[in-house]
Every structure is written in structure tokens, then in C-alpha cells.
């Protein structure tokens, strides 16, 4: 049974920094090898989910245009845990940011229905 569980949200001023953790459970590089792909996605009051950041079993990322040059996406697979790296917050990426896991496609992309797991969120507020 895979589990993704996502940490480090908070409040932040415009202009900081914040750290996202994703520990996953049950997946794995080696058992998900196929179909490896794990991603953040981050859902706005009254907007839809939005995919912003992905890695894929070859270690190659993408990021959202939104999110480009600010956020880095990496991974420690020892620890089977995922991070998101956000740097110069904007208010606009105040939002609850998910991680999510596995592809549903034969390539790693930023699209909601492409991934099967999914972790519960953790809530991120950038304000002055």
C-alpha cells in the first residue's frame, strides 16, 4: 500500500523561503521502476489543482512556467522522501500543495489524472 505523507507548510512573508517534505511508503524506485514519476501539485481557493513540479526515474525535472527559476523539486531515495524547495514566495503561491506518485502514462508529466497516488496536502500562506 503506498502512502505519501507531505510536511513543512506554513506561513511565510513574501519574498521567504519554505522547505515541502513528501515521505512516501510502499513506493519505491525499484517496485515503481516502469512507471516512476513523482510530482507537486498545489490547488488555490476556488482554482483548479496545478501541477508545478516533477521527477522522473532518470532523475530529469519540470517545473510549471508559474514556479520556474523560484522552485526546486529533488529527491532522496534512501529516504524514500521527496522535497520541494520554494524560494522568493509570492502571495499568489499561497495554496495547499500536494505530492503525488506513479504515472498513469508511459511519461512523467504535470497533469492531474496522470498520477495514482496522492498525499493529503499541507497548507502553504505567503502575506505580509
Known amino acids: 500500500q503506498v502512502q505519501l505523507v507531505e510536511s513543512g507548510g506554513g506561513s511565510v512573508q513574501p519574498g521567504g523561503s519554505l522547505r515541502l517534505s513528501c515521505a512516501a511508503s510502499?513506493?519505491?524506485?525499484?517496485?515503481?521502476?516502469?512507471?516512476?514519476?513523482m510530482g507537486w501539485f498545489r490547488q488555490a481557493p476556488g482554482k483548479e489543482r496545478e501541477g508545478i513540479a516533477n521527477?522522473?526515474?532518470?532523475?530529469?525535472?519540470n517545473y510549471g512556467d508559474s514556479v520556474k527559476g523560484r522552485f526546486t523539486i529533488s529527491q532522496d531515495n534512501a529516504k524514500n522522501t521527496l522535497y520541494l524547495q520554494m524560494n522568493n514566495l509570492e502571495p499568489d503561491d499561497t495554496a495547499i500543495y500536494y505530492c503525488?506518485?506513479?504515472?498513469?502514462?508511459?511519461?512523467?508529466?504535470?497533469?492531474?489524472?496522470?498520477?495514482?497516488?496522492w498525499g493529503q496536502g499541507t497548507q502553504v500562506t505567503v502575506s505580509s
Open positions: 510502499g513506493y519505491t524506485y525499484s517496485t515503481y521502476y516502469s512507471s516512476y514519476c
Open positions: 521527477i522522473d526515474r532518470d532523475g530529469s525535472t
Open positions: 503525488a506518485a506513479d504515472s498513469a502514462v508511459p511519461i512523467c508529466t504535470l497533469i492531474v489524472p496522470d498520477f495514482r497516488f
